[in-house]
């Protein structure tokens, strides 16, 4: 269903009721709601939920999403987009703008951003897909407590970076970072206890180009990876 030109699309939607008009014709209590905005809207989609997942598959003027548990998709978004899910996963498809992105426990996948990104999970990976000219400051900040985190970025893209990555002694498994950017790389030789399970650290810093964008990553027990292309 198409909803025309609202000023801002807004739904408060309780745990697992949705609309017809929104879950499809058959008026059931469906745990998924979808609405598309037209091109010509004059505001944001907004979408709150207290349970279910949300999938919005265009909204130019950008989007503000949230649900306490269920997987949140979001097509092509301009302007800006902040999605959060206290469980389950975070796919977007397409952002011309900023992200901001988090959720409890799932996976966070950015396919395509022209703009600046924070993804944040509890358990889970992350990827993030940067496209675009370095014209402007975009600024990239991935954290995970318990996954691998993949960026990619333009060739040329200017950026100044730091990693971070611990992995426990109780994981059974040395994890890395891995790169092709001639970072310079430093780990810890003794097991740190202070934050519990005994852990190490791997660092990776650098510059590319002016370092004009911020990059930070930081993940426990998962692989870095990062890529240009």
Same mark, same amino acid.
């Given at each position: 269903?198409?909803i025309?030109?609202?000023?801002?699309?807004?739904?408060? =939607?309780?745990?697992?009721?949705?609309?017809?008009?929104?879950s499809?014709?058959?008026? !059931?209590?469906?745990?998924?709601?979808?609405?598309? @905005?037209?091109?010509?809207?004059?505001?944001? +989609?907004?979408?709150?939920?207290?349970?279910?997942?949300?999938?919005?598959?265009?909204?130019?003027?950008?989007?503000?999403?949230?649900?306490?548990?269920?997987?949140?998709?979001?097509?092509? +978004?301009g302007?800006?987009?902040?999605?959060?899910?206290?469980?389950?996963?975070?796919?977007? &498809?397409?952002?011309?703008?900023?992200?901001?992105?988090?959720?409890?426990?799932?996976?966070?996948?950015?396919? &395509?951003?022209?703009?600046?990104?924070? @993804?944040?999970?509890?358990?889970?990976? +992350?990827?993030?897909? +940067?496209?675009?000219?370095?014209? #402007?400051?975009?600024?990239?900040? =991935? !954290?995970?407590?318990?996954?691998t985190?993949?960026?990619?970025?333009?060739?040329?893209?200017?950026? #100044?970076?730091?990693?971070?990555?611990?992995?426990?002694r109780?994981?059974?498994?040395?994890?890395?970072?891995? #790169?092709?950017?001639?970072?310079t790389?430093? #780990?810890?030789? &003794?097991?740190?206890t !202070?934050?519990?399970?005994?852990?190490?650290?791997?660092?990776?810093?650098?510059?590319?180009?002016?370092?004009?964008?911020? /990059?930070?990553?930081?993940?426990?027990?998962?692989? /870095?990876?990062?890529?240009?292309?």
């Open positions: 269903m198409t025309h030109k609202p000023i801002a699309v807004t739904l408060m =939607l309780l745990a697992g009721v949705v609309p017809a008009a929104l499809g014709c058959d008026g !059931s209590r469906n745990a998924r709601a979808e609405s598309v @905005a037209d091109s010509d809207d004059s505001g944001p +989609v907004n979408i709150h939920k207290m349970g279910g997942g949300i999938d919005v598959n265009d909204a130019p003027r950008g989007a503000n999403l949230e649900t306490m548990g269920g997987d949140i998709h979001l097509g092509n +978004v302007d800006f987009a902040k999605v959060k899910t206290m469980g389950g996963n975070v796919t977007i &498809d397409r952002a011309d703008a900023s992200v901001d992105a988090s959720t409890m426990g799932g996976n966070i996948k950015i396919k &395509d951003v022209n703009g600046s990104v924070k @993804a944040t999970t509890m358990g889970g990976d +992350v990827s993030a897909h +940067v496209v675009g000219s370095s014209t #402007e400051r975009r600024d990239v900040y =991935l !954290s995970s407590m318990a996954g985190i993949t960026l990619t970025v333009p060739k040329d893209f200017p950026m #100044e970076i730091r990693i971070k990555l611990a992995y426990t109780s994981a059974g498994n040395k994890f890395d970072i891995s #790169e092709h950017l001639g970072l790389r430093r #780990e810890t030789a &003794d097991w740190d !202070s934050m519990g399970s005994p852990r190490k650290y791997i660092y990776a810093t650098g510059r590319v180009g002016n370092g004009q964008n911020h /990059v930070e990553i930081s993940t426990i027990n998962g692989d /870095v990876i990062l890529r240009q292309e």
